[in-house]
């Protein structure tokens, strides 16, 4: 199940990412998943975003395996 977000005054979709998968690369799933947003760069307070599940989340092939979390 998707987690949801409510923003602070100024996240930013690659903060959230940080926050939720420790990874602020991951800031395209988020964002795939919040198309209404796609254009924000910096959010005002109040706004939810879907989460999705880290298990969801597809990983770089070149990502070295000590930073892969499987």
């Known amino acids: 199940m998707d987690d949801v977000h409510i923003t602070v005054e100024g996240d930013t979709f690659d903060l959230i990412a940080l926050e939720y998968y420790d990874d602020e690369k991951q800031a395209s799933a988020i964002m ?3 198309p209404a947003y796609y254009s ?17 989340l597809t ?12």
Request: glycine share 4%; charged share 20%; hydrophobic share 50%.
């Open 32 to 34: 795939a998943a919040n």
């Open 59 to 70: 990983l770089p092939e070149t990502l070295p395996p000590w930073r892969r979390k499987t």
């Open 40 to 56: 924000t760069l910096v959010f005002e307070a109040g706004v939810a975003l879907i989460i999705p599940p880290a298990a969801r």
